[in-house]
């Protein structure tokens, strides 16, 4: 694979960034995380609406456009000939050989993967107190490249042998993924954690509400207690790479009647895209 690093592609067994790149030493910077299908990019307008307002939020300006953006991640695409994958946008304050010295030009990375197989049938989650985890949520919320808890979290729930770990917080309400977003069905009502709880709002997250509602489901966005979830009639879990899939837990199944549905209808849109 040929990768986009600071206006060079460059392959990817020599892709290097630089020691003093603010990304690396202090997780200075935001990323986007996109699907193409077919060669064309899902919902890239929201993802890189959410990225101009994080480099506002986080005050890290860049001398490209979206439009500008927007040919560049589509001439990595094609420079790999690639149809469908994974493509990863990252953008940090730069480099700089001096702590205190302002740094000056950002820069811009660029990699891409084909699809890891993802699994057919539902998958298991296993539920952490994400007190026991460096867990960091930023207010605004912006996609940081700070995932270190996350990953802690996601390297826990494999070692248990669950694909995807699900926060819960102090106070016993439901939060997020390690990398995913967490929906709970129940009396045909679409459940997930509200956004003032300081979870990221996923592009995938807000396509399957827009899907729920064309399906006239009802949706709340709301504070789901732990000690509830057995409770729920069906779950699924939700990111770029994956799309959709049903999800269980250690004593708890279900038909996922209204999942299958979901899911159905959002790799419509994805192949529609």
């Known amino acids: 694979m040929y990768y ?7 392959h990817s067994s020599k892709a290097k960034i630089s020691f003093h790149d603010s990304g690396f030493l202090f997780g200075d910077g935001l990323f986007e995380t996109m699907r193409f299908d077919k060669g ?9 609406n959410r990225l101009m307002k994080g480099l506002k939020i986080i005050d890290l300006k860049i001398d490209k456009s979206k439009n500008e953006l927007t040919k560049i991640l589509y001439d990595v695409i094609n420079k790999n000939s ?3 994958g994974i493509i990863r946008l990252m953008i940090t304050r730069g480099s700089s050989n001096k702590i205190d010295e302002d740094y000056k ?7 891409i993967k084909n699809f890891y197989d993802i699994p057919e049938k539902p998958v298991k989650i296993i539920y952490f107190n994400e007190e026991k985890y460096p867990i960091i949520r930023f207010k605004p919320a912006i996609k940081s490249m700070n995932y270190l808890g ?14 995807e770990p699900v926060f ?3 106070n016993n309400i439901i939060t997020e993924c390690a990398i995913r977003n967490i929906f709970y069905i129940k009396n045909n009502i679409l459940f997930t954690p509200a956004l003032d709880l300081g979870i990221l709002s996923g592009v995938m997250r807000d396509t399957v509400m827009q899907i729920v509602k064309a399906l006239n489901i009802q949706i ?17 879990i939700t990111s770029t790479g994956i799309g959709l899939l049903p999800c269980y837990w250690d004593g708890w199944t279900s038909n996922f009647v209204l999942t299958k549905l979901i899911k159905k209808e959002l790799f419509k849109r994805i192949k529609n895209n």
Not at 4 to 10: A, L, P, Q
């Open 4 to 10: 986009f690093i600071n206006n060079k592609f460059v």
């Open 40 to 48: 064309k990019i899902f919902s890239i307008n929201n993802h890189l």
């Open 82 to 84: 690639a149809k469908d």
């Open 105 to 111: 030009v950002p820069s811009i990375y660029i990699s």
């Open 150 to 163: 996350n990953m802690l979290a996601k390297k826990d729930a494999d070692t248990a042998g669950a694909f």
């Open 168 to 170: 819960f917080n102090k």
């Open 220 to 236: 709340q966005e709301s504070h789901i207690s732990y000690e509830e979830v057995n409770k729920m009639d069906e779950a699924f």
